[in-house]
């Protein structure tokens, strides 16, 4: 009897995998850049950045989120930016193959938006020591393909931002034109033109600068750099100087605590975002030492304030003013 029950058993269950997998359905990526998280929320580790156009398998979900398998690897995406259905375009067949951040391979050799590693590494401290770029980090993102096509634009290549053959071999050589102006770090600018700043669309990148990460912000007119953590905030995010020290500084930069707009730049995780911050401490208070009442804001591209759940035309002309300067 015992031996019949567990029969029956492992027949049903031969039966439900092949109904598991139908239940499976193939999406495609539409977001310029979609992060692959360990689990289902912005504070879970990243573990794979995938490109517009990539196809993948999806496998339940979780709320907002999908548990989505990647070749080998399964993770969780935010559902938004996923569409149901495969594309028919030879590009996004062709970026479907290559999707995943992968390591790319090793010093000069040709590497694109998405790859991290040596060669990244490499092309970046090319471009980083001909004026193009602020930081070397080993990952491909927007600052990198911006600081790319300037490069390009410069010296006569293509200027489609993917490093090829042609582009490492002028990088290679030693009649590589400069960025004008110098160096990577002086003003001037947006980030097509080598500056490496970035626009971050809030509404479209929530999981950028996720909750409870620590980054430095550069306060434009005075060149002040303080330390923030942010704690919270679903329209902009909401944050605190990460110590008194850091308080002290951004006090220096107001005078008085004040709602006074000003355009900054947020540097976190090898990137350049162009933003806008207000001096008043208000509400919350997470960090306890820091000698800061409550938080302030900080606005990016298209955020909101939390009171009206509008667009402030203040922010959003500081983080324009931010975007034509570099760190």
């Keep these: 009897m015992k031996k019949w029950k567990s029969g029956l ?8 995998i092949p109904l598991m997998s139908a239940l499976a359905w193939t999406g495609t990526v ?65 970026s479907s193959k290559s999707s995943s951040s992968s390591s790319s391979g090793k010093e000069g050799d040709p590497c694109r ?21 602020s930081d070397v980090d080993g990952d491909y993102g927007t600052g990198t393909k911006n600081a790319v096509k300037a490069f390009q634009k410069r010296n006569g290549l293509s200027a489609d931002g993917q490093a090829g053959a042609k582009t490492i071999e002028k990088l290679k050589s030693k009649n590589a034109k400069k960025a004008s102006g110098g160096s990577g770090s002086s003003g001037g600018g947006g980030s097509d033109d080598g500056t490496g700043t970035e ?45 008194a020290s850091d308080t ?12 006074r707009r000003r355009p900054i730049l947020v540097k976190y995780n090898g990137h350049v975002y ?8 208000h509400g919350t208070q ?12 900080i606005h990016f591209t298209g955020s909101k304030t939390h009171g009206s759940k509008k667009v402030d035309s203040a922010h959003q002309s500081c983080v324009k003013e931010a975007l034509k300067h570099s760190w």
């Design 113 to 133: 938006v998405g790859d991290k590693g040596a060669a990244v590494r490499w092309v970046q401290r090319k471009l980083k020591n001909l004026g193009y770029l």
């Design 286 to 297: 997470t960090i306890k030492n820091n000698n800061f009442n409550g938080h302030f804001c």
């Design 30 to 94: 539409t977001a310029s850049s979609l992060t692959v998280r360990k689990s289902n929320t912005t504070e879970s580790k990243a573990i794979a950045t995938l490109r517009k156009g990539a196809q993948v398998e999806v496998l339940e979900t979780k709320g907002s989120w999908y548990k989505i398998k990647d070749g080998s690897r399964t993770g969780y995406v935010a559902k938004k930016y996923i569409k149901k259905g495969s594309s028919s375009s030879d590009d996004s067949k062709s």
């Design 248 to 259: 002290k500084i951004m006090k220096s930069i107001y005078g008085s605590w004040s709602w």
């Design 9 to 16: 058993m492992l027949l049903m269950l031969l039966c439900l």
């Design 274 to 281: 162009a933003a806008s911050m207000n001096g008043m401490p």
């Design 199 to 243: 626009s971050l669309s809030w509404f479209k990148h929530p999981d950028r600068i996720p909750h409870h990460a620590t980054f430095k912000v550069k306060d434009i007119r005075t060149g002040k750099v303080f330390n923030v953590k942010r704690w919270s905030g679903v329209n902009h995010a909401d944050c605190e100087p990460a110590s």
